[in-house]
């Protein structure tokens, strides 16, 4: 039996209409390269409670990266390096990167050198597999002057090759007082973006912290573009606090996330997303990063 050339041309056109979209899914699927994780501060009462019971939570939500955000006294989470790699190794989760303030007490100013104490921090990072090690604020007693704060941005530097020397990566992540404070009339924001070395520190940009302070992310992504490689992902509801915001579903509040994901994707360099829920609104936190997760993996991530 012969297939007409009517017929021909029909399945012709269903088939490519079927590749089309294939190609167009592929597309917006997550890249072989790109790393979404979840920052354990989001769930940080949960951790406290039951470390373990929450990581098995988050891994058979679908997560396969976290981001600490605690580590005292050489231990995660009150478990050593050695412990806690285990417990992730055996949930399939990968600490991606971590976030510890480097802090003005850890330079010796006397030696020339980092203290100990940060020296450390970055051995068990390292054997932890992280990729990151994210310092996520700064003391304000570095940032006083100009001078000052210049010195520092030649530390963070130092830290970068003292990092890249574990395989490793340095990065600040941003509150929202960069955006609103200023020395010599610069933003800090500005400062270090122009005195940070791209080669050996990159800035995690909290698209959440910095709406507080009026800034954008679109407007940060596109003035710096390239610069991103890691990306907060939140997003902000009005509140009465202080600050005037805090953050919610994704999704479901006043900043463009998506589209902040999908700029930093296009100029931003930014190959990891890490997500973060502070606050639940009328949720739990466990039930906030599942919910998280699922409108990211709809967005195409």
């Known amino acids: 039996m012969t297939t007409s050339r009517r017929t021909f041309l029909k399945n012709s056109a269903v088939l490519l209409a079927g590749t089309a979209l294939l190609s167009k899914t592929a597309l917006a699927a997550t890249k072989p390269n790109e790393i979404i994780g979840l920052q354990l501060y989001s769930v940080r009462d949960d951790m ?3 470390p373990i019971g929450t990581l098995t939570a988050v891994a058979k939500m679908g997560y396969k990266n976290v981001e600490h955000a605690n580590y005292i006294e050489r231990k995660f989470y009150g478990y050593a390096a050695p412990e806690f790699k285990k417990i992730l190794d055996g949930l399939g989760l990968k600490m991606v990167s971590g976030h510890t303030v480097m802090g003005k007490n850890h330079w010796d100013t006397a030696k020339n ?41 030649e530390i963070f530097n130092k830290c970068g090759a003292l990092c890249q020397k574990s395989g490793m990566k340095f990065s600040y992540h941003n509150h929202s007082f960069e955006f609103s404070e200023k020395l010599n009339d610069i933003k800090i924001f500005d400062i270090m973006m122009q005195k940070m070395d791209p080669k050996m520190v990159l800035m995690q940009l909290d698209i959440g912290n910095m709406y507080i302070a009026g800034a954008k ?5 596109g003035q710096y573009p390239g610069r991103f490689e890691l990306l907060h992902v939140k997003d902000e509801i009005a509140n009465n606090s202080p600050e005037k ?35 639940y609104q009328n949720a739990t936190p466990i039930e906030s990063v599942k919910e998280d997760l699922e409108v990211v993996k709809k967005w195409g991530y």
Do not use: H, N
Request: hydrophobic letters at 35%; proline letters at 2%; charged letters at 30%.
């Open 48 to 50: 406290k409670k039951d």
């Open 113 to 153: 050198d980092f203290a100990d104490s940060w020296k450390y921090t970055i051995e068990d990072a390292a054997y932890l597999g992280q990729k990151y090690v994210v310092s996520p604020s700064m003391d304000g007693s570095m940032r006083k002057t100009y001078d000052d704060f210049l010195r520092y941005m």
């Open 217 to 221: 992310a679109l407007d940060i992504l």
């Open 245 to 279: 915001f805090e953050s919610s579903i994704l999704g479901k509040g006043i900043i463009p996330t998506k589209e902040a994901m999908d700029l930093g994707r296009k100029i931003g360099g930014t190959t990891c997303f890490i997500i973060e829920q502070e606050s």
